[in-house]
């Protein structure tokens, strides 16, 4: 298998994807959605395992992310924009309805697109994050657990923090918890990119956190790991109320970066989840 790295045009912005059956319209269709501080490369284990099952496997780059454009206002990257980016991917490639797969900001906006475009989804899986209106009811916990988005928030300085070699340097923080801290921190050094990586908080925390979001009615899997320090339990627990549909939540061990601690268990798993 050769993944094929292709891109579109939407809002006047070229975004890349990865397709692993380009063309391919008997294949079902799995869209593999990435967080922060990622891209579509991440999900390469998943894309193996699910290919060779009979998927075809899409995986955008979100938009100022992996070889995408960075658009030039701070609005285009509110969380619904970049739903909105992976529907148009679909309607480019001809593809009317999908399995979603999210991890991170790709989870809110798998949980997104599941609930304001529901025709368009087969069965959803979200990793780490609960859906937008568990998270952002999920109490003090979790508000002290995301202590680093304040900081995120807080313009230029937060990219000069980030870009030194102290505590707070991204290096410095991705280190021991991200799988490839070197390869994100190589990545974020390209001018402009760990801004616009940012601009997906600054755009989007208040639609997370003060609009109710829609119940979502595919068949959904949720998946939290014990270790994660930036997700509680409770956020992902407590989604069931926003799936009105089989609702399947699992526990693992390991920390936030669950595709790539886990590339094999998740790929099996998802696998077995969207056979039905």
């Given at each position: 298998?050769?993944?094929?790295?292709?891109?579109?045009?939407?809002?006047?912005?070229?975004?890349?994807?990865?397709?692993?059956?380009?063309?391919?319209?008997q294949r079902p269709a799995v869209l593999l959605l990435h967080g922060f501080p990622d891209s579509g490369a991440m999900w390469?284990?998943?894309?193996?395992?699910?290919?060779?099952?009979?998927?075809?496997?899409?995986?955008?780059?979100?938009?100022?992310?992996g070889d995408s454009d960075m658009a030039p206002k701070l609005g285009d990257y509110n969380i619904v924009a970049i739903a909105g980016d992976h529907v148009a991917l679909l309607d480019h490639l001809g593809i009317?309805?999908?399995?979603?797969?999210?991890?991170?900001?790709?989870?809110?906006?798998?949980?997104?697109?599941?609930?304001?475009?529901?025709?368009?989804?087969?069965?959803?899986?979200?990793?780490?994050?609960?859906?937008?209106?568990?998270?952002?009811?999920?109490?003090?916990?979790?508000?002290?657990?995301?202590?680093?988005?304040?900081?995120?928030?807080?313009?230029?300085?937060?990219?000069?923090?980030?870009?030194?070699?102290?505590?707070?340097?991204?290096?410095?923080?991705?280190?021991?918890?991200?799988?490839?801290?070197?390869?994100?921190?190589?990545?974020?050094?390209?001018?402009?990119?760990?801004?616009?990586?940012?601009?997906?908080?600054?755009?989007?925390?208040?639609?997370?956190?003060?609009?109710?979001?829609?119940?979502?009615?595919?068949?959904?899997?949720?998946?939290?790991?014990?270790?994660?320090?930036?997700?509680?339990?409770?956020?992902?627990?407590?989604?069931?109320?926003?799936?009105?549909?089989?609702?399947?939540?699992?526990?693992?061990?390991?920390?936030?970066?669950?595709?790539?601690?886990?590339?094999?268990?998740?790929?099996?798993?998802?696998?077995?989840?969207?056979?039905?």
């Amino acid at each position: 298998m050769t993944v094929s790295l292709a891109s579109f045009t939407h809002r006047e912005l070229t975004l890349s994807y990865r397709d692993s059956a380009p063309g391919d319209d008997q294949r079902p269709a799995v869209l593999l959605l990435h967080g922060f501080p990622d891209s579509g490369a991440m999900w390469t284990a998943q894309i193996n395992t699910l290919h060779a099952d009979g998927f075809r496997c899409i995986a955008p780059d979100t938009v100022g992310c992996g070889d995408s454009d960075m658009a030039p206002k701070l609005g285009d990257y509110n969380i619904v924009a970049i739903a909105g980016d992976h529907v148009a991917l679909l309607d480019h490639l001809g593809i009317e309805r999908v399995h979603v797969v999210g991890h991170d900001w790709g989870g809110w906006a798998a949980w997104l697109i599941a609930g304001l475009y529901p025709s368009r989804v087969h069965r959803l899986a979200v990793l780490s994050v609960g859906h937008p209106t568990a998270y952002a009811r999920a109490g003090i916990a979790q508000k002290l657990a995301a202590w680093y988005i304040g900081f995120f928030l807080m313009g230029g300085l937060t990219e000069y923090v980030l870009g030194s070699r102290g505590p707070l340097g991204l290096a410095r923080m991705l280190s021991g918890s991200h799988p490839d801290p070197d390869e994100v921190v190589a990545r974020m050094s390209t001018p402009g990119r760990l801004t616009a990586g940012l601009r997906i908080y600054r755009a989007s925390m208040g639609t997370i956190l003060f609009r109710r979001q829609p119940t979502v009615t595919a068949p959904t899997l949720g998946i939290w790991s014990k270790g994660d320090p930036y997700l509680v339990a409770a956020q992902m627990r407590d989604s069931r109320q926003y799936v009105d549909a089989e609702w399947q939540c699992e526990t693992i061990d390991g920390g936030h970066w669950i595709p790539l601690e886990h590339p094999n268990w998740l790929g099996a798993r998802l696998r077995r989840f969207l056979n039905g």
